[in-house]
């Protein structure tokens, strides 16, 4: 007795989009057409494949329901997409660059690349967030205006920028010794931590401001060169001083009572108090000279020793002595 082995096929058809039918199970493949662009399909089910097209931009399909498998080409740049809502998949080529896109609407993500450096992005709008690479070092920004925000590193220095203009802040680190910048120019201001003590610069040139501390008793300079200032505290008994060396001015004090002194050496300068009773005095020896008042009757007396002289009034009947004992 013969046995029929082959596996029955059916033809429909005799032109270029012939019907060919292998087999008759739910496995059964369907083939329509004999060109390029002939469409093949393997089996019944909700799990069948389908193929369009037998060239390198063939495209073939797993499945039929939401979560169905759609290929494009088979090079290293095929494109693969899984699922077919708002949420589905898709994945542009094989290799290490290769692009991923999760979802369809504003918040979907987009990452390229697989290693240390990838790309990641989320969201499509003013205000989409992109990371690049995964590591310590790893670059974050928020935003795409010009007050985006960027962070690079995620530790204790991370570096982070606020605006892309020329008032744009800085911050380095963040812990109590943290700088922050604001601006770029010539007059960019810095901080250097965030306590009472902090450090304020303004401005970069010679004559820029230095502020040390916010309590009342803060520092404050200005220029950099030999005739800068410096002022200590902000109440009455400040100190102010313009200079370095030895002609520098210095005042304690803001009232009628001030002092006043100019030059550091033998033959500086003092003056206690602004009104028509001030002192002042000049030089620091045995011959220093002290005058007290403004008025025709202020007195002057030169030295200090037994031989002092002293000398009262200024008109025409002024009195001079020179005390002996």
């Known amino acids: 007795m013969h046995i029929h082995t082959h596996i029955p096929t059916q033809t429909p058809g005799a032109g270029r989009n012939k019907v060919k039918q292998v087999g008759t199970g739910r496995n059964k493949e369907k083939q329509v057409g004999t060109g390029r662009n002939k469409e093949k399909q393997v089996g019944t089910g909700r799990n069948k494949e389908k193929q369009v097209g037998t060239g390198r931009n063939k495209e073939k399909q797993v499945g039929t329901g939401r979560n169905k498998e759609k290929q494009v080409g088979t090079g290293r740049n095929k494109e693969k997409q899984v699922g ?25 993500e987009k990452q390229v690349g697989t290693r240390r450096n990838k790309e ?3 969201g499509t709008g003013r205000n989409k967030e992109k990371q690049v690479g995964t590591g310590r070092n790893r670059e974050k920004q928020v935003g795409t205006g010009r007050n985006k925000e960027k962070q690079v590193g995620t530790g204790r220095n991370k570096e982070k920028q606020v605006g892309t203009g020329r008032n744009k802040e800085k911050q380095v680190g963040t812990g ?18 965030p306590g009472r003590n902090k450090e304020k610069q303004v401005g970069t040139g010679r004559n820029r401001e230095k502020q040390v501390g916010t309590g009342r008793n803060k520092a404050k300079q200005v220029g950099t060169g030999r005739n800068r200032e410096k002022q200590v505290g902000t109440g009455r008994n400040k100190e102010k001083q313009v200079g370095t060396r030895r002609n520098k001015g210095k005042q304690v004090g803001t009232g009628r009572n001030k002092e006043q002194q100019v030059g550091t050496g033998r033959n500086r300068e003092k003056q206690v108090g602004t009104g028509i009773n001030k002192e002042k005095q ?4 045995r011959n220093r000279e002290k005058q007290v008042g403004t008025g025709r009757n202020k007195e002057k007396q030169v030295g200090t020793g037994r031989n002092r002289e002293k000398q009262v009034g200024t008109g025409r009947n002024k009195e001079k002595q020179v005390v002996t004992g």
């Open 84 to 108: 077919t809502g708002r949420n589905k998949a898709k994945q542009v080529g094989t290799g290490r660059y290769r692009e991923k896109q999760v979802g369809t609407g504003r918040n979907k």
């Open 120 to 122: 990641k992005q989320v």
């Open 176 to 193: 109590r010794n943290r700088e922050k910048q604001v601006a770029t120019g010539r007059n960019k201001e810095k901080q250097v931590g």
């Open 282 to 285: 000049v030089g620091t020896g």
